[in-house]
């Protein structure tokens, strides 16, 4: 079982920055693909980035540039760097493990990321 808490949210200005944080515990993230989505109210939950075990990444085409995915298998941590923020960005933040071999996932709580025009 891992559990998962994603913390870093908040309210920040057009073309600013966050950086979110998604500290595991239970398990070790070695064996998980980890991958940040987001939901904004009356959307579906999106995929943001991904991240492989080999530090391998992926990201929406919406995000791409601007956003960077990285991992800490020793601190047992995902982040989510944000720059250059969009009012559009605007949604929970969620962070999911998928375990690489057998397909488990566990998600976070989530965080809310509030970007004003």
């Known amino acids: 079982q891992v559990q998962l808490v994603e913390s870093g949210g908040g309210l920040v200005q057009t073309g600013g920055s966050l950086r979110l944080s998604c500290a595991a515990s239970g398990s070790n993230l070695i064996l998980y693909v980890m991958y940040w989505y987001r939901q904004a109210p009356g959307s579906q939950r999106e995929l943001v980035a991904l991240?492989?075990?080999?530090?391998?990444?992926n990201y929406a085409s919406l995000v791409k540039g601007r956003f960077t995915i990285s991992r800490d298998d020793v601190k047992n941590t995902a982040y989510l760097q944000m720059n250059s923020l969009k009012p559009e960005d605007t949604a929970v933040y969620y962070c999911c493990a998928r375990h690489r071999a057998y397909g488990a996932e566990y998600w976070g709580q989530g965080t809310q990321v509030t970007v004003s025009s």
């Open positions: 991240i492989t075990a080999g530090g391998g990444t």
